[in-house]
């Protein structure tokens, strides 16, 4: 059984910084691509940024130059750090990771959400 838990989402205001961490745990031979996407209130799950096991990064335009995505791989984490967060950043966080179990399975795995909440 693999799992995917997020930690590190909360209530900030306009302008501060959050980091989000996002660990697999389970039957895991080797972890590809990890991502973090978002879904608001009433609005389609978005892409936010994604990365490669490495290290090649990808990010929404809306994102681009306040967001960091990084991982580690000896801890099987994924990581993303938020700057500037604005009231459209408000949303619930997932991540998300590509993942070849230890009977060579492959698929990919959500986490359970992260709120992330920004006050203006």
């Known amino acids: 059984q693999v799992q995917l838990v997020e930690s590190g989402g909360g209530l900030v205001q306009a302008g501060e910084s959050l980091r989000l961490s996002c660990v697999a745990s389970g039957n895991i031979f080797s972890i590809n691509t990890m991502g973090w996407y978002r879904q608001a209130p009433g609005k389609q799950r978005e892409l936010v940024a994604t990365i490669t096991r490495g290290g090649n990064t990808d990010y929404a335009d809306s994102v681009k130059d306040r967001f960091t995505i990084s991982r580690d791989n000896a801890k099987k984490t994924v990581y993303l750090q938020m700057n500037s967060l604005k009231s459209d950043d408000t949303a619930v966080y997932y991540c998300?990771?590509?993942?070849?179990?230890?009977?060579?399975?492959?698929?990919?795995?959500w986490g359970q959400g992260t709120q992330v909440t920004v006050t203006s």
């Open positions: 998300n990771a590509d993942i070849l179990t230890s009977t060579r399975a492959r698929s990919v795995y």
